[in-house]
Structures are given as C-alpha cells and as structure tokens.
T-cell receptor
Framework: NAGVMQNPRHLVRRRGQEARLRCSPM?????VYWYRQLPEEGLKFMVY????????ESGMPKERFSAEFPKEGPSILRIQQVVRGDSAAYFC????????????FGPGTRLTVL | QKEVEQNSGPLSVPEGAIASLNCTYS??????FFWYRQYSGKSPELIMS????GDKEDGRFTAQLNKASQYVSLLIRDSQPSDSATYLC????????FGKGTMLLVSP
C-alpha cells in the first residue's frame, strides 16, 4: 500500500492521559501535514513538517500539543493531558513539496476522550 | 484571517443532472486551488486541482477558477448517487485552508 498510513485508526483515552498519533507519508513524499476535524467543522491546519524540521506550526495549540517527524520512522502528533475538547478526527496528509502542493490524506485517527 | 466560504447545502440533484458547487476565498495571493470529496466517516480524497484562470476538465468533473472574483467552482456532469458526499474547497496560501464543505445529495 503506497498511500498515506495512519495508526491507530481509533484511539480512546481518559482525561489527563497522553495520545500519540502516527503517520507514514506516501512513498516518495517528504512533507507531512496534520489537520484536525471537529464534528460539523471544517478541516483545520495544525502543523507542517519535513524530515527533522517543523516548517509551520501556526495552527497548533500552544500547550499540550507537539509534533515531530524524525529522520527515521513516522511523523508523530502528541497530545498531552487530553481533555474532552480534543475529541476529533486527526488527519495526516503528505506531499512531494513541489509547487503544486497536492496533498493526499491518510484514513485518519478518531480520538475519543472519555 | 484567511477564509474559504462554501454553501453548506445540502445541494440536492437528480441522477444524471449537473451539480454545481461554489467557493469563494478571501486571500488574493492564493495560487493553488483544490477540490476534495469526503464521504461520511472517511478521509478527504483529492479530485481536482486548478492553478490558472479558466476551466479544467477531468472526466465528469470541471473546475473553474476566476481569480479576479476570488471564486472557484466544481461542476459534476451526469451526477450519480455515488457522488453523494461532502465536497471541500481548499485554497493554498502559506498553508492549505479548507472551507466547511458542501453536502451533495444525488437522488436515483
């Protein structure tokens, strides 16, 4: 499967726990983007990463949220001390980073905070 | 605040008709425009991209862009019930900004 992969597909956490969401970009892509989609809301940009670099994190909440894309392995979106308002679908997209910037989405992780 | 506006719908069309989906955007410097289709509970799927004024056709889909009016549209010809989904307009500035989407319902 050469598409964008995300895991887990569903994640349940209790308030105060940590959530780790993983994303492996499409083969040949080195640019990763994370989005959050709340019920009845549009997709909201969170962060844009290349290998070992955060390019744009203007959409990330200032506290509790962090992201990385290490030299080896998947990109990880980490949410510390989750609250009920963090319940959402989190999508990862990847691109080649070329001028067209076509982004292709993974299946998403549905996070539920109890 | 960069905004992308879409009518939430639902837009209801009969099978075989043309569905017309519209989108306006606020950031004049935007250069790249995309349409995504999202089925309920699924992830967005890229169906069209357009970068210059005019029309771009791909199968039953035609994207239209008018940068002067800050307007982009998607036409779906010969609509099928399987086209029933939410269509997201996305505009590339420094980041990709999405509209909230228009729900399309195609009735058999």
């Amino acid at each position: 499967n050469a598409g964008v992969m995300q895991n887990p597909r569903h994640l349940v956490r209790r308030r105060g726990q940590e959530a780790r969401l993983r994303c492996s970009p499409m083969k040949g892509h080195s640019h990763v983007y994370w989005y959050r989609q709340l019920p009845e809301e549009g997709l909201k940009f969170m962060v844009y990463l290349q290998k070992e670099n955060i390019i744009d994190e203007s959409g990330m909440p200032k506290e509790r949220f962090s992201a990385e894309f290490p030299k080896e392995g998947p990109s990880i979106l980490r949410i510390q001390q989750v609250v009920r308002g963090d319940s959402a679908a989190y999508f990862c997209a990847s691109s080649t980073g070329g001028a067209d910037n076509e982004q292709f989405f993974g299946p998403g992780t549905r996070l539920t905070v109890l | 605040q960069k905004e992308v506006e879409q009518n939430s719908g639902p837009l209801s069309v009969p099978e075989g008709a043309i569905a017309s989906l519209n989108c306006t955007y606020s950031d004049r410097v935007s250069q790249s425009f995309f349409w995504y289709r999202q089925y309920s509970g699924k992830s967005p799927e890229l169906i069209m991209s357009i970068y210059s004024n005019g029309d771009k056709e791909d199968g039953r889909f035609t994207a239209q862009l008018n940068k002067a009016s800050q307007y982009v549209s998607l036409l779906i010809r010969d609509s099928q019930p399987s086209d029933s989904a939410t269509y997201l307009c996305a505009v590339k500035g420094s980041t990709l900004t999405f509209g909230k989407g228009t729900m399309l319902l195609v009735s058999p």
